[in-house]
Antibody, heavy 127, light 107 residues
Framework: EVQLVESGGGLVQPGGSLRFSCAAS????????MSWVRQAPGKGLEWVAN????????YYVDSVKGRFTISRDNAKNSLYLEMDSLRAEDTAVYYC????????????????????WGKGTTVTVSS | EIVMTQSPATLSVSPGERATLSCRAS??????LAWYQQKPGQAPRLLIF???TRATGIPARFSGSGSGTEFTLTISSLQSEDFAVYYC?????????FGQGTKVEIK
């Protein structure tokens, strides 16, 4: 069974740091781009960051650039998100997500959607 | 970034009835559009990708259509387990962006 299990969320003070992880199983982790998506309380979904299979490419939403770092360890089938300089607006459930794609022969590009989601881990930034 | 707008915000439907959800993109996203279902306290689940292709295990009562800027998710006969929030997402351009969601509730 394909599974993503997040761990490491919690309560942290504004300006603090937190690192959490996602354990992948049931598929060849090293073959996939991976993402983090968050959802603030009572709000919609926001893509946060993603990382290529070999970690050679990483992308972030503007609001977290310079504060968050996505990484992975393919030997451990694990994805990570390190968050620094946390703000109240970073309070959310953070989901670990597997990216899959289809290839458009017309544009000769890959297009990535999110096909498997973890249950999420909660981060609360509050004093 | 591409802004995705879903309507209506809430849809009240009786079990067995048809539900039609709309999603509009601020610019063309071709057919690079996905739909997700989220039940309370659960993670989102992929329903549709490529605007109209059902993901593995998704019942045939769910169908997607559209291209460019206008998209529709149709649930042909609502079952009790279908009452949830539905999000559309474009993945044509980075950053990938979501709509604000449509809540399908029991009438």
């Amino acid at each position: 069974e394909v599974q993503l299990v997040e761990s490491g969320g919690g309560l942290v003070q504004p300006g603090g740091s937190l690192r959490f992880s996602c354990a992948a199983s049931g598929f060849t982790f090293s073959n996939y781009w991976m993402s983090w998506v968050r959802q603030a309380p009572g709000k919609g979904l926001e893509w946060v960051a993603n990382i290529k299979q070999d970690a050679s490419e990483k992308y972030y939403v503007d609001s977290v650039k310079g504060r968050f770092t996505i990484s992975r360890d393919n030997a451990k089938n694990s994805l990570y998100l390190e968050m620094d300089s946390l703000r109240a607006e970073d309070t959310a459930v953070y989901y670990c997500v597997r990216d899959w794609h289809h290839y458009d022969t017309l544009t000769r590009q890959y297009y990535y959607y999110m096909d498997v989601w973890g249950k999420g881990t909660t981060v609360t930034v509050s004093s | 970034e591409i802004v995705m707008t879903q309507s209506p915000a809430t849809l009240s439907v009786s079990p067995g009835e048809r539900a039609t959800l709309s999603c509009r993109a601020s610019q063309s996203v071709s057919s690079n559009l996905a739909w997700y279902q989220q039940k309370p306290g659960q993670a989102p689940r992929l329903l549709i990708f490529g605007a109209s292709t059902r993901a593995t295990g998704i019942p045939a009562r769910f169908s997607g259509s559209g291209s460019g800027t206008e998209f529709t998710l149709t649930i042909s006969s609502l079952q009790s387990e279908d009452f949830a929030v539905y999000y559309c997402q474009q993945y044509n351009r980075w950053p990938r962006t979501f709509g604000q969601g449509t809540k399908v509730e029991i009438k």
